[in-house]
């Protein structure tokens, strides 16, 4: 009896400390704190080119919740070169807590998904050939895959998707040494050796759903 209570303890004790302090996100407080995102990513997140604001809708909640943590702590938008990532940064220290990211990302994910229109002049079906390499983490449709730690790349943006290619490359991002799996995107990244490839590899990934 004895055993079986100290066995007990043992496992609450760890269930305590493995699991998260925060709740499930709550998309109706979310929805309050995206009043502020709305300003540049719209009201369905659904991304505004004049603004430099990539679509958030139908991007996996942890995949958000991730970046927007990478803004507050620094491995985001903190080099000086990376203009669009350092607006973005104090907009992500709006959100005061875990708690309030879980939130607005809960938000996000009810938001409907619409597809962008092409704006990147690029080959797509020399596009294919080069995202053979990059079908491996994000997919054959690039649907992503969570156990890889890879986004949804269909249906974002392409203009988007070439700035943060040219980011890695540039160093600009993936070069923290905390941002695990933007250190990861980087090499990868390298393999398009030139702008061109760069927007037909973009082109070709606006053509997926």
């Not at 269930?15 to 990513?41: N, R, V």
């Not at 104090?90 to 607005?104: F, G, I, K, N």
């Not at 949804?152 to 392409?158: F, S, T, W, Y």
Request: proline letters at 5%; a neutral charge.
């Amino acid at each position: 009896m004895k055993f079986r209570y100290i066995a007990s303890s043992v496992f609450i004790a760890n269930t305590l400390l493995i699991s998260p302090a925060w709740a499930a996100g709550d998309a109706a407080k979310g929805k309050e704190f995206y009043a502020i995102c709305a300003a540049c990513h719209g009201d369905n997140a659904q991304g505004i080119k004049e603004l430099n604001s990539p679509q958030l809708a139908g991007q996996f909640d942890w995949y958000i919740v991730r970046q927007l943590k990478n803004f507050k702590a620094g491995f985001r938008g903190a080099d000086p070169k990376d203009e669009f990532g350092a607006q973005m940064r104090p907009m992500a220290m709006t959100l005061p807590d875990d708690q309030a990211v879980e939130d607005v990302v809960a938000y996000i994910s009810t938001l409907p998904v619409t597809k962008p229109a092409a704006t990147v002049n690029g080959d797509a079906a020399k596009g294919k050939t080069a995202y053979t390499i990059c079908m491996a983490c994000h997919g054959p449709n690039g649907e992503g895959n969570a156990a890889l730690n890879s986004p949804r790349l269909a249906n974002q943006q392409d203009w988007y998707m070439v700035r943060q290619i040219k980011n890695y490359k540039a160093g600009l991002r993936g070069t923290h040494a905390d941002d695990t799996f933007g250190v990861q995107m980087r090499p990868m990244a390298m393999t398009l050796a030139t702008d061109d490839a760069i927007n037909d590899i973009a082109a070709y990934i606006n053509t997926l759903e």
